[in-house]
């Protein structure tokens, strides 16, 4: 089992930023994928971002080169620094690791951005 805490979320301004955390409760030496999707209220969950163990790293078209995702395995704690952010970023924004073959998900974190 896993279980994923966010933290980090809030209201901002147009062209602000934002630090979203996912905190573990266990080790991600051994969680291979982990990452950031969003639900807007009427939209499907969409991926946002992802890295594996090793570093590498996916975006959403919509967020490269605004957002940043990053792990700290020596604090199983997955970041997503967003930048510049739009009011199309608006949205729940949930963390979810991939381990031991099933998926796991925190609660959620609401970002909202004004224009």
């Known amino acids: 089992q896993v279980q994923l805490v966010e933290s980090g979320g809030g209201l901002v301004q147009a062209g602000g930023s934002l630090r979203l955390s996912c905190a573990a409760s266990r080790t991600i030496f051994s969680i291979n994928d982990m990452g950031w999707y969003r639900q807007a209220p009427g939209k499907q969950r969409e991926l946002v971002a992802r890295i594996t163990l090793g570093g590498s790293t996916n975006y959403a078209d919509s967020v490269k080169g605004r957002f940043t995702i990053s792990r700290d395995n020596a604090k199983n704690t997955v970041f997503l620094q967003m930048n510049s952010l739009r009011p199309e970023d608006t949205a729940v924004y949930y963390c979810?690791?991939?381990?031991?073959?099933?998926?796991?998900w925190g609660q959620g974190t609401q970002v909202t951005v004004s224009s």
């Open positions: 979810y690791a991939l381990w031991n073959w099933s998926d796991y």
